[in-house]
């Protein structure tokens, strides 16, 4: 009865959704245990309506998963009935609205992914207390208020709240006490001030992304830090740049490098902008789902990298960015990135590259499986002209147009001098209305004495009898003699 009432709320449901089918035997993506509802996995079907708040009714449902449809309205807080939720995800599914209190109460779950929606307000202070939380994906939102404290949450290994609109605030020192901790996103969250060195020593933290924030200082990673980290990303902070691979291999990516130039993007390996090529991948069918886990994509970017390296002399490294999925496919952007000492690849060098990717020559493991590549068109001049010769240009021309205003202005007063004299002595060729007396030299507008009302036969003597040879012209009142 609750699947029936789900059913009747959204649109495009599986076609053996049907009611002479028992959902527990016959319903896709319906899994029971002794005729209880115990998961509901409906990822991309192209689901549409909104999550009503009878799904509360199935109160043994431990797996909830909607992620990659299409959804209106609010999270209902029913959702607070579903007392053995293990896994709630519903990402990218366009909910709005706030996040419901009752999550809080949900004390067995493991998992929340409620990222790429348009969720609001204030994250439930109550979600502190689930102890047993070890993923807490709240990305890409419109999440406001404080960055919630999160210090209670001791089983967290992933935690992503980056791209909300939170209050400025300082780094939180919460941060320091979760010692299961293997990834922190905090991408765009208002931060400021400086990081505690202590961070880098959570024994299983390997990916920390905090940039486009407001951190200031110098970066300290310290001769201690765990042996597990692997990336940090601190880039668009006012963080002293520190960019070198230690002996224990830390990629620390560009803190505060910013390029000027349009197109030039900086080379995660160096710092130093440069102009990438760049394209998108699409992957037709991947074998995963979880688009979240930085670890997959980072070991498809060290894939990649090493074929290059070993083909492609003048590469020097690739970036993958901004991975979505498009009408079921998996689509990355790439940026294959020469070396530092040339900004920019030449043509015979664009054409290896290409061909690589086109033709499919290089192979990525099965998880990501069949590819295209689309490319944009590289640009092999942008840039090529903001060197000293060009300044020395802007210089020349510069000086040679003041040159020639400066001697504009004096010939123009110079023609005004010569002006003047005749025209003081001209003033009626100044004023058409001037009568111009030629004894004085001098002259002067008429004054009106007054106006005179002319009777019907004064207008018709004077101008004899409306004679039509007395017709001067034609006025906005008629005929004028």
Same mark, same amino acid.
């Given at each position: 009865?609750?699947?029936?009432?789900?059913?009747?709320?959204?649109?495009?449901?599986?076609?053996?959704?049907?009611?002479?089918?028992?959902?527990?035997?016959?319903?896709?993506?319906?899994?029971?245990?002794?005729?209880?509802?115990?998961?509901?996995?409906?990822?991309?079907?192209?689901?549409?309506?909104?999550?009503?708040? +009878?799904?509360?009714? !199935?109160?043994? $449902?431990?797996? %909830? #998963? @909607? &992620?990659? =449809?299409? /959804?209106?309205?609010?999270?209902? *807080?029913?959702?607070?009935?579903?007392?053995?939720?293990?896994?709630?995800?519903?990402?990218?599914?366009?909910?709005?609205?706030?996040?419901?209190?009752?999550?809080?109460?949900?004390?067995?779950?493991?998992?929340?992914?409620?990222?790429?929606?348009?969720?609001?307000?204030?994250?439930?202070?109550?979600?502190?207390?689930?102890?047993?939380?070890?993923?807490?994906?709240?990305?890409?939102?419109?999440?406001?208020?404080?960055?919630? +404290?999160?210090?209670? !949450?001791?089983? $967290?290994?992933? %935690? #992503? @709240? &980056?791209? =909300?609109? /939170?209050?400025?605030?300082?780094? *939180?020192?919460?941060?320091?006490?979760?010692?299961?901790?293997?990834?922190?996103?905090?991408?765009?969250?208002?931060?400021?001030?400086?990081?505690?060195?202590?961070?880098?020593?959570?024994?299983?933290?390997?990916?920390?992304?905090?940039?486009?924030?407001?951190?200031?200082?110098?970066?300290?990673?310290?001769?201690?830090?765990?042996?597990?980290?692997?990336?940090?990303?601190?880039?668009?902070?006012?963080?002293?740049?520190?960019?070198?691979?230690?002996?224990?291999?830390?990629?620390?990516?560009?803190?505060?490098?910013?390029?000027?130039?349009?197109?030039?993007?900086?080379?995660?390996?160096?710092?130093?902008?440069?102009?990438?090529?760049?394209?998108?991948?699409?992957?037709?069918?991947?074998?995963?789902?979880?688009?979240?886990?930085?670890?997959?994509?980072?070991?498809?970017?060290?894939?990649?990298?090493?074929?290059?390296?070993?083909?492609?002399?003048?590469?020097?490294?690739?970036?993958?960015?901004?991975?979505?999925?498009?009408?079921?496919?998996?689509?990355?952007?790439?940026?294959?990135?020469?070396?530092?000492?040339?900004?920019?690849?030449?043509?015979?060098?664009?054409?290896?590259?290409?061909?690589?990717?086109?033709?499919?020559?290089?192979?990525?493991?099965?998880?990501?499986?069949?590819?295209?590549?689309?490319?944009?068109?590289?640009?092999?001049?942008?840039?090529?002209?903001?060197?000293?010769?060009?300044?020395?240009?802007?210089?020349?021309?510069?000086?040679?147009?003041?040159?020639?205003?400066?001697?504009?202005?004096?010939?123009?007063?110079?023609?005004?001098?010569?002006?003047?004299?005749?025209?003081?002595?001209?003033?009626?060729?100044?004023?058409?209305?001037?009568?111009?007396?030629?004894?004085?030299?001098?002259?002067?507008?008429?004054?009106?004495?007054?106006?005179?009302?002319?009777?019907?036969?004064?207008?018709?003597?004077?101008?004899?009898?409306?004679?039509?040879?007395?017709?001067?012209?034609?006025?906005?009142?008629?005929?004028?003699?």
């Amino acid at each position: 009865t609750v699947l029936q009432a789900l059913k009747d709320s959204w649109q495009n449901t599986p076609p053996n959704w049907k009611e002479n089918l028992d959902p527990c035997s016959g319903w896709d993506g319906i899994t029971c245990k002794d005729s209880r509802i115990v998961s509901i996995i409906l990822t991309s079907m192209g689901l549409s309506g909104n999550l009503s708040g +009878d799904i509360g009714q !199935l109160t043994e $449902l431990q797996t %909830l #998963d @909607l &992620s990659y =449809n299409k /959804f209106t309205g609010p999270l209902t *807080p029913k959702i607070g009935n579903l007392k053995k939720l293990k896994k709630l995800h519903l990402v990218d599914c366009d909910f709005s609205g706030p996040l419901p209190e009752t999550l809080g109460s949900l004390a067995n779950l493991t998992s929340i992914r409620l990222d790429r929606n348009f969720l609001t307000g204030n994250v439930p202070s109550n979600i502190n207390s689930l102890v047993y939380l070890s993923e807490l994906l709240l990305s890409n939102n419109l999440l406001t208020g404080p960055v919630p +404290d999160l210090s209670g !949450l001791g089983s $967290l290994n992933y %935690l #992503d @709240l &980056s791209n =909300n609109t /939170f209050d400025q605030s300082d780094v *939180p020192s919460w941060f320091l006490t979760l010692e299961s901790l293997t990834t922190l996103n905090m991408n765009s969250t208002s931060l400021v001030g400086q990081l505690p060195p202590a961070l880098f020593r959570l024994p299983q933290l390997q990916n920390v992304d905090l940039s486009f924030n407001k951190l200031n200082g110098t970066l300290d990673i310290g001769s201690s830090q765990s042996s597990q980290l692997q990336q940090v990303n601190l880039q668009d902070n006012q963080i002293e740049d520190f960019r070198q691979r230690d002996q224990n291999n830390i990629a620390v990516i560009c803190t505060s490098t910013r390029c000027d130039s349009q197109g030039q993007v900086p080379n995660p390996e160096s710092c130093k902008c440069a102009y990438p090529y760049t394209g998108n991948l699409t992957f037709r069918a991947p074998s995963f789902s979880d688009f979240g886990n930085p670890a997959i994509f980072e070991a498809l970017r060290n894939q990649m990298n090493d074929y290059f390296h070993g083909s492609e002399p003048a590469v020097d490294t690739v970036s993958l960015n901004n991975p979505r999925k498009l009408g079921g496919y998996l689509v990355i952007t790439l940026h294959v990135f020469p070396f530092a000492d040339n900004h920019r690849f030449n043509r015979n060098a664009i054409a290896d590259v290409g061909f690589s990717l086109s033709n499919q020559t290089f192979k990525p493991n099965k998880t990501f499986g069949a590819y295209f590549f689309t490319a944009e068109k590289y640009d092999f001049t942008a840039g090529a002209s903001r060197g000293k010769s060009t300044n020395t240009f802007v210089i020349i021309g510069s000086v040679v147009g003041g040159c020639v205003l400066v001697a504009l202005l004096v010939l123009a007063g110079i023609y005004a001098l010569r002006k003047k004299g005749p025209s003081e002595k001209m003033p009626h060729e100044r004023n058409p209305f001037a009568l111009w007396d030629e004894k004085n030299g001098s002259g002067a507008v008429p004054q009106l004495k007054g106006t005179k009302a002319f009777s019907f036969q004064e207008l018709s003597k004077y101008t004899n009898n409306f004679s039509e040879s007395n017709n001067i012209g034609t006025g906005g009142y008629g005929m004028v003699s």
